[in-house]
């Protein structure tokens, strides 16, 4: 079980949210495994943000036999100015590995 906030402040309303689910285990050297990852567009949570409960996507050399599911909850906060459609011009793709940014708590994991 996760309660984790995190906070980024460079969202540009109308980019997608990448999060990626590793299996940290404090005892050992080994890297993090990759549980999986969600992509969420901006249409699932902007304006009015999203609570629920998604399916991950597992990476082909996953050796997890069964479908895993995150909740999640996504708040967007920016100015009142900042309406997705004042943005269209510098609205781009999130870069593979970036931090797209905005406040999301990863509630549960099962």
């Known amino acids: 079980v996760w309660n984790e906030t995190k906070k980024d402040f460079d969202y540009i309303p109308g980019e997608a949210l990448r999060f990626a689910i590793h299996d940290s285990d404090q005892r050992s050297s080994q890297v993090d495994e990759l549980l999986g990852s969600y992509e969420m567009p901006s249409s699932q949570f902007w304006p009015g943000g999203f609570d629920g409960e998604v399916t991950l996507t597992q990476e082909e050399h996953s050796r997890r036999d069964k479908k895993s599911t995150v909740t999640l909850k996504v708040k967007v906060t920016t100015p009142e100015s900042a309406a997705p459609h004042q943005f269209a011009s510098a609205v ?17 994991f099962e």
């Open 92 to 108: 781009k793709p999130a870069e593979p590995g970036s931090n797209p940014g905005a406040a999301a708590a990863l509630e549960r």
